[in-house]
């Protein structure tokens, strides 16, 4: 056996066992290719050169793919290849970087490049007598300076595509491990509610408290460079609703200019008494001869997030009532009334009511006479309004007066300011006989009190303020009671001592998440 053949065989050998213990491809000592001149006949009968047979006729890279920090090398395999090495072009010189083992192989990805880099690589067969091929195509890549982003977004939980779950968990998935992943709950990227660093091609990342509402997730992917991807295509949705554990709660929408920030939960019905507990329910009367201090324990006790109504709330709710066109006597914003539900005298109504109305079902919609109601009657004294969600509130105005969660100090002229011409009468006044000189320093101004529309009067239902009988400490009430008639309406304002408890006083607690 001559020194050749032998030397071709343990070569032979070799790579077999490589080949039969390495599934993916086997990184090698990067080393340039040898220059020496050493010629011999080859094994197809072309020439050798260095292990190069010139007879051998393969392209090489066919395609190159990238990504930001990754290259995928393709080519078509070759009958007489048992495996593929890999050279980086280092300056112009092929230095191999690893072999890739069997003679179907086609691909091969090299990844933990740098974002922004060119890289250059080369792709030679390697035959079963450790001979190669000549080719020198060389192809080039630049890889993306940010990554592609991810191939799906899944929410996980809740299981349910809208609850009152306050927090959800979504899985990115189509990313690479060491990437770091910003969640957002909104289709633009600007409201990020996780953060994570991928360990595998996927993550799970549970938000922070969402907000009510829908919630659109995307994701902004961050590699090595600290480049951030633009905001992913893939999007998983969710929509958090208001908690329904104390009965019917309804989401309002913010209004900033009566200093809500967020929307928040109210009770759709003043609050009845169930288990010792405020419930919002349509059945039997609404919780009376209550005062603000126990209303407001009552809503706290039932847990985190509760609480009385507050006047901003109660402003927030009563500004979305009057901008919905379906308030209006004839589908106007502006023009003739509001609705004021139970609230009848016999000065502007013909009939009185002495006591509460019985329940909130549906066919007690409508306050037809003194302490009676059905299911349909005149515009005025329909019971419910409509928000902008496209939800039906009751009593806002009538029935009972209702504790907010706000006190004020009054010095016998503070609380009357708004009056014009420093008028300090104990009585009801119209909105639109105040003082135009008040500002927003002042304890009633218009957007602790008012409509948006100082114009609105008592023609319009919108509404009076009443100072009540002014001590050194007043608590407030909102939306009138069963008998104040035409002066009565959604933006009603009353001052009471707080330890009282008549029996047209009631309240309703909303939940903030």
């Not at 003679?103 to 035959?127: C, H, M």
């Not at 990227?189 to 996927?202: P, Q």
């Not at 005062?291 to 500004?319: D, F, H, K, M």
Request: charged letters at 15%; glycine letters at 8%.
């Amino acid at each position: 056996m001559g020194i050749k053949t032998a030397t071709s065989l343990f070569f032979l050998s070799t790579m077999l066992l490589v080949s039969s213990c390495v599934e993916n491809p086997i990184k090698i000592d990067r080393k340039p290719v040898e220059t020496d001149a050493k010629t011999d006949g080859g094994a197809s009968g072309g020439t050798t050169t260095n292990g190069v047979d010139s007879s051998l006729v393969f392209a090489g890279i066919t395609s190159i793919a990238h990504t930001d920090s990754t290259v995928t090398l393709n080519w078509t395999a070759h009958a007489s290849a048992i495996a593929y090495d890999v050279y980086d072009i280092v300056a112009g010189v092929p230095v191999l970087k690893l072999t890739v083992v069997g003679q179907a192989s086609n691909t091969t990805t090299i990844s933990g490049l740098t974002p922004g880099n060119t890289y250059s690589y080369r792709v030679r067969l390697r035959t079963n007598v450790g001979t190669s091929d000549a080719n020198t195509n060389n192809q080039s890549a630049t890889l993306d300076t940010q990554s592609s982003g991810p191939s799906s977004l899944t929410r996980i939980a809740p299981g349910a595509a809208s609850s009152s779950a306050s927090t959800a968990t979504i899985r990115v998935a189509g990313i690479k491990s060491g990437e770091i992943v910003h969640l957002f709950s909104d289709s633009s990227c600007t409201n990020e509610v996780a953060t994570g660093t991928a360990t595998s091609s996927s993550i799970d990342l549970v938000s922070s408290t969402l907000p009510l509402g829908l919630a659109t997730f995307a994701v902004q992917i961050e590699n090595s460079m600290g480049n951030l991807s633009t905001c992913s295509t893939a999007t998983a949705t969710f929509t958090r609703t208001c908690p329904q554990t104390f009965g019917d709660f309804l989401q309002v929408p913010a209004d900033n200019t009566v200093g809500v920030s967020a929307d928040f939960c109210v009770m759709k019905y003043e609050a009845r008494i169930y288990n010792n507990k405020p419930f919002s329910g349509s059945a039997g009367a609404a919780w009376n001869y209550i005062s603000q201090i126990n209303a407001r324990t009552a809503c706290a006790a039932l847990g985190s997030g509760y609480g009385l109504i507050s006047n901003p709330e109660w402003q927030a709710v009563a500004r979305n009532i009057e901008d919905q066109s379906s308030n209006w006597l004839n589908g106007v914003k502006g023009t003739d009334y509001l609705n004021r539900g139970w609230s009848a005298s016999n000065w502007s109504d013909g009939f009185d009511n002495n006591t509460t109305a019985p329940s909130s079902a549906a066919n007690c919609l409508y306050n037809t006479a003194a302490n009676t109601c059905a299911g349909a009657g005149t515009f005025v004294h329909k019971r419910t309004h409509r928000l902008s969600t496209g939800e039906d509130i009751w009593d806002i105005s009538g029935n009972v007066e209702e504790w907010v969660d706000w006190s004020v100090t009054c010095n016998g002229t503070t609380c009357d300011k708004a009056y014009k011409n420093g008028d300090t009468v104990d009585y009801w006044r119209d909105y639109s006989e105040l003082d135009t000189k008040i500002s927003s320093s002042d304890v009633i101004n218009i957007n602790t009190a008012f409509s948006a529309h100082p114009a609105y009067n008592y023609n319009n239902y919108v509404g009076s303020y009443n100072p009540a009988s002014l001590t050194d400490r007043e608590a407030v009430m909102r939306g009138g009671a069963w008998y104040n008639g035409g002066v009565g309406g959604v933006f009603n304002l009353s001052f009471y001592d707080p330890t009282l408890a008549y029996e047209q006083f009631g309240f309703r607690c909303t939940y903030r998440p």
